[in-house]
């Protein structure tokens, strides 16, 4: 196993595509080279993960705004809930790189379950903003209203899959770690991104109207 040098991203990079070239170099009939180890394992891992996820998010993202669509059939009910999604995931991704962590197969998931996690909190409050649009004209004390019924269930909610991802961080191995205590960190900053970013939005719209 190679050991890491923090000086240089490309060291294990530049000996495992060395290796590979010679291996591919002409021999004699009869003769062949085979490269194998754990750190050709973990190079391909991440390799394999870094295209996995320049695929799979963008496919995510685009499945989660046909699904919004669907269901709110407006123009909002799918910029919105994907601002939302999209700052929870940058802010825990960049997070996690300032930290010094390198994404591995295990916590390259986190983009797609932070996806799923922190929408079903702003559609509950958007939903509600649309449904209350015509009982409750006056944007503020529509929010408030919004806010006041949905801050204590959805707190409760939030912090009980940010205690089940967190459990996670007894694990034996640092990748599933990583994964559990960055999942439940994303999950609470959804929280508090959807109970700030997404009002002070919806505090200059108003809401479509029901059909």
Same mark, same amino acid.
């Given at each position: 196993?190679?050991?890491?040098?923090?000086?240089? @991203?490309?060291?294990?990079?530049?000996?495992?595509?060395?290796?590979?070239?010679?291996?591919?170099?002409? *021999?004699?009939?009869?003769?062949?080279?085979?490269?194998?180890?754990?750190?050709?394992?973990?190079?391909?891992?991440? *390799? =394999?993960?870094?295209? @996995?996820?320049?695929?799979?998010?963008?496919?995510?993202? =685009?499945?989660?705004?046909?699904?919004?669509?669907?269901?709110?059939?407006?123009?909002?009910?799918?910029? /919105?809930?994907?601002?939302?999604?999209?700052?929870?995931?940058?802010?825990?991704?960049?997070?996690?790189?300032?930290?010094?962590?390198?994404?591995?197969?295990?916590? %390259?998931?986190?983009?797609? =379950? /932070?996806?799923?996690?922190?929408?079903?909190?702003?559609?509950?409050? &958007?939903?509600?903003?649309?449904?209350?649009? !015509?009982?409750?004209?006056?944007?503020?004390?529509?929010?408030?209203?919004? /806010?006041?019924? &949905?801050?204590?269930?959805? &707190?409760?909610?939030?912090?009980?899959?940010?205690?089940?991802?967190? %459990?996670?961080?007894? %694990?034996?191995?640092?990748?599933?770690?990583?994964?559990?205590?960055?999942?439940?960190?994303?999950?609470?900053?959804?929280?508090?991104?959807?109970?700030?970013?997404?009002?002070?939005?919806? %505090? /200059?719209?108003?809401?479509? !109207?029901?059909?």
């Amino acid at each position: 196993e190679l050991e890491d040098r923090e000086d240089d @991203d490309g060291y294990r990079a530049r000996i495992v595509e060395g290796l590979r070239a010679m291996q591919a170099e002409p *021999r004699p009939q009869g003769v062949a080279v085979h490269v194998t180890g754990i750190t050709l394992q973990k190079y391909d891992t991440a *390799r =394999l993960a870094r295209r @996995d996820r320049k695929v799979m998010l963008p496919l995510s993202v =685009l499945m989660l705004a046909v699904a919004l669509a669907v269901v709110t059939r407006s123009v909002a009910g799918v910029l /919105l809930p994907l601002l939302v999604t999209g700052v929870t995931v940058i802010l825990t991704l960049g997070l996690y790189a300032a930290m010094g962590f390198r994404v591995n197969v295990i916590t %390259s998931l986190l983009p797609a =379950l /932070l996806l799923v996690l922190s929408v079903t909190t702003v559609i509950h409050l &958007f939903e509600e903003w649309v449904a209350l649009g !015509a009982e409750i004209p006056n944007r503020s004390q529509r929010l408030r209203r919004i /806010l006041g019924f &949905f801050a204590a269930p959805c &707190f409760m909610t939030s912090l009980t899959t940010a205690i089940g991802l967190g %459990s996670l961080a007894v %694990s034996d191995l640092p990748a599933v770690r990583l994964f559990g205590l960055f999942g439940a960190f994303g999950v609470m900053l959804s929280f508090a991104v959807n109970f700030t970013l997404l009002p002070a939005v919806l %505090s /200059l719209l108003d809401p479509p !109207a029901r059909r």
